[in-house]
């Protein structure tokens, strides 16, 4: 099994930046693909971003060009850095594990195994 704490979350003004951090425990985190979601209140799950354990990328078209997803895997924790947030961003942001997903949008959240407890970023307007 692998725990995930998701942290980073606070109140941000439009335009501004936070980065979120999800920090695994448990055996072999390179292998595992990390997917960033997000859940506003009144709205369906929705999946963010996501990286594989070599370091492939894939975003949602509504954060391309603002959002940046890493990992390092020495410290076996995966980063959402949010640039230029927007009110429509405000949400409590989950992360979560898989060994393996399907390579494409949306980011389905059934496809992850392990998640981590929620963290909330509010972006004011």
């Known amino acids: 099994d692998v725990q995930l704490q998701a942290s980073g979350g606070g109140l941000v003004l439009a335009g501004g930046l936070l980065r979120l951090s999800c920090e695994a425990c448990g055996p072999d985190f390179p292998v595992y693909a990390i997917g960033w979601f997000r859940q506003a209140p009144g709205k369906e799950r929705e999946g963010v971003s996501c990286?594989?354990?070599?370091?492939?990328?894939l975003y949602v078209d509504s954060v391309k060009g603002r959002f940046t997803i890493s990992r390092d895997n020495a410290k076996n924790t995966v980063y959402l850095q949010m640039n230029s947030l927007k009110p429509e961003d405000t949400a409590v942001y989950y992360c979560?594990?898989?060994?393996?997903?399907?390579?494409?949008?949306?980011?389905?959240?059934?496809?992850?195994?392990?998640w981590g407890q929620g963290t909330l970023v509010t972006v004011s307007s």
């Open positions: 979560a594990a898989s060994h393996i997903i399907t390579w494409s949008t949306p980011i389905m959240s059934d496809e992850y195994e392990w």
């Open positions: 990286i594989s354990g070599k370091g492939r990328t």
